[in-house]
Structures are given as C-alpha cells and as structure tokens.
Nanobody
Framework: QVQLVESGGALVQPGGSLRLSCAAS????????MGWYRQAPGKQRELVAM???????EYVDSVKGRFTISRDNAKSTIYLQMNSLMSEDTAVYYC?????????????WGQGTQVTVSS
C-alpha cells in the first residue's frame, strides 16, 4: 500500500518560514521523481517544485529564491523549505511521487497539508 504523508503545514505571518515534509512508504523511493504541488481556493493545482532521481530540481518562477526542495533517500522523505512567505503562498500543499513503468505514467498523491500566510 502506497502512502505519502505530508506534515508541517500551519498558519504563519507574511515573511515567515515553514518546512513541509512528505514521508513515502510502499514505493521504491529512489525510482520516483518527487514533487510539491499546491492548490489555492478557486484555482487549479500547480506544480511548485520537483526533485528528480539524481537530485535535479525545478521550481515555478513565483517561488524561485524563496523555496528549496530536497530529498533524503535514506528516510524516503522529501522536504520543502519555504522562506519569505507571502499571502499568495496560501494553499493546500500536496506531495506527489511520479515514475514511468513500461511507458505508463504512475502518480501517487498525499492527502495535503494546509499552509496559510496571514497576519
């Protein structure tokens, strides 16, 4: 049974920091590209950051220089360090695990963790 369990979401003031975690189980973690997505009320889910099998990272432009994604393969866990948070970062953040097997795309999702940036 595959599980992605996010944690770390909270209410934080503008300019503050948070670190999200996502612990994976039931998958061969080192075979998966891992990512963080977010969905704000009334908006589509968007990719925030991703980290490949080899550690290559990509970020949406709006978080570059503020957010850092990392992975700990020994713990089957990814992190999202979020600094200089803004109200626009308010959303439910979801962890994603992605791989391709025999040309078929496989995706797993966590249940989401709420991040609210407000004074």
């Amino acid at each position: 049974q595959v599980q992605l369990v996010e944690s770390g979401g909270a209410l934080v003031q503008p300019g503050g920091s948070l670190r999200l975690s996502c612990a994976a189980s039931g998958i061969t973690f080192t075979s998966y590209t891992m990512g963080w997505y977010r969905q704000a009320p009334g908006k589509q889910r968007e990719l925030v950051a991703m980290i490949g099998i080899g550690g290559t990272t990509e970020y949406v432009d709006s978080v570059k220089g503020r957010f850092t994604i990392s992975r700990d393969n020994a713990k089957s866990t990814i992190y999202l360090q979020m600094n200089s948070l803004m109200s626009e970062d308010t959303a439910v953040y979801y962890c994603n695990a992605h791989t391709v097997v025999r040309f078929q795309s496989i995706n797993y999702w966590g249940q989401g963790t709420q991040v609210t940036v407000s004074s």
